[in-house]
């Protein structure tokens, strides 16, 4: 029987392997495989649909003058938060998390921004933070980015953290009119996620397969679509990307591909900082505040 990898050898370890109730479905699903193929791809694909740990901590307010607004998306409740003592007109950001995260995560960004003359405007994701649901997929994240914008209004900015950074990626290759893109830390394209999911749990490669073959069918969307061979020449808004070099969660080769395919895109590699510790730190704020001020060039 195959052991669970550690996370500096699979980073979707950090999110799936790393308790005795992890392993104990590891190994439940590789015996439903040898039964009933189908069922163990169905039980696969629910879990990797579920953020863990569960959200239920995410669910408490964010502090004044911080407020939260509600709208129906795709029969949940998708919630965003917005700073009650800033006036209409300003430059309006929308920041977005990653997975198993909550728009609390971005909150020093956000308030960052704010006192650098922006409307920031944190969206908690389908299934994470004060939003509805228990499972939700990366396309329903672009989705819900694009029914944000449209209930929002023009972006002048969007700043997007792991999975959410990739989402975010997709929707202004897909044409969202958003003048400049501010990424940290994005994950890995979601191929090679599924396959590091399938290896945490010591599944077959046949799981992952079949998972992709799923998650394709029933969002009508392409996973190649997110690799940065198709994203990549089709962003045009200037793009900064930070991320740490010693990143466990989200591997740096991931970010060097994606510059090397983005004509549009500046790297910044940073250290010290890992995967959740960056979004916390005020040099990474000032320089995406300096990205979001800074002129566009013609």
């Known amino acids: 029987m195959a052991g669970s990898p550690s996370p500096a050898a699979n980073p979707a370890a950090a999110f799936y392997a790393a308790s005795?109730?992890?392993?104990?479905?590891?190994?439940?699903?590789?015996?439903?495989?040898?039964?009933?193929?189908?069922?163990?791809?169905?039980?696969?694909?629910?879990?990797?649909?579920?953020?863990?740990?569960?959200?239920?901590a995410a669910r408490r307010p964010l502090?004044?003058?911080?407020?939260?607004?509600?709208?129906?998306?795709?029969g949940v409740r998708l919630a965003a938060h917005r700073r009650r003592d800033i006036a209409p007109g300003r430059p309006l950001v929308l920041l977005v998390h990653g997975w198993a995260?909550?728009?609390?995560?971005?909150?020093?960004l956000a308030d960052t921004l704010a006192e650098q003359g922006?409307?920031?405007?944190?969206?908690?994701l389908p299934a994470h933070g004060a939003s509805g649901g228990w499972r939700a997929t990366l396309p329903?994240?672009?989705?819900?980015?694009?029914?944000?914008?449209?209930?929002?209004?023009?972006?002048?900015?969007?700043?997007?953290h792991s999975l959410g950074a990739l989402a975010a990626l997709h929707t202004a290759a897909r044409?969202?009119?958003?003048?400049?893109?501010?990424?940290?830390?994005?994950s890995a394209p979601p191929a090679q996620f599924i396959a590091w999911f399938a290896g945490s749990f010591g599944l077959p490669a046949r799981i992952g397969e079949r998972m992709r073959s799923q998650i394709e069918r029933r969002e009508g969307v392409?996973?190649?679509?997110?690799?940065?061979?198709?994203?990549?020449?089709?962003?045009?808004?200037?793009?900064?990307?930070?991320?740490?070099?010693?990143?466990?969660?989200?591997?740096?080769?991931?970010?060097?591909?994606?510059?090397?395919?983005?004509?549009?895109l500046r790297l910044a590699p940073l250290t010290g900082l890992g995967h959740r510790r960056i979004l916390d730190d005020a040099g990474v704020a000032d320089a995406v505040a300096a990205h979001l001020l800074a002129a566009d060039s013609a």
Request: glycine share 6%; hydrophobic share 50%.
């Open 20 to 56: 005795s109730s992890a392993r104990a479905l590891g190994a439940a699903l590789r015996w439903t495989d040898r039964l009933a193929p189908a069922w163990a791809t169905r039980g696969a694909l629910r879990l990797f649909f579920t953020p863990l740990p569960w959200k239920l």
């Open 175 to 186: 044409g969202l009119p958003v003048r400049r893109l501010a990424l940290i830390a994005p």
């Open 63 to 74: 502090p004044a003058p911080w407020q939260v607004t509600h709208w129906a998306f795709e």
């Open 101 to 108: 995260g909550s728009a609390g995560q971005m909150r020093r």
């Open 140 to 160: 329903q994240f672009a989705r819900a980015i694009f029914a944000a914008t449209a209930r929002l209004g023009p972006l002048h900015g969007m700043v997007a």
């Open 118 to 124: 922006f409307d920031p405007v944190l969206l908690d």
């Open 222 to 264: 392409p996973l190649d679509q997110y690799e940065p061979a198709w994203l990549g020449p089709r962003i045009a808004a200037p793009t900064l990307l930070l991320h740490d070099e010693g990143d466990r969660v989200a591997p740096f080769a991931a970010s060097q591909r994606l510059a090397q395919a983005t004509p549009a």
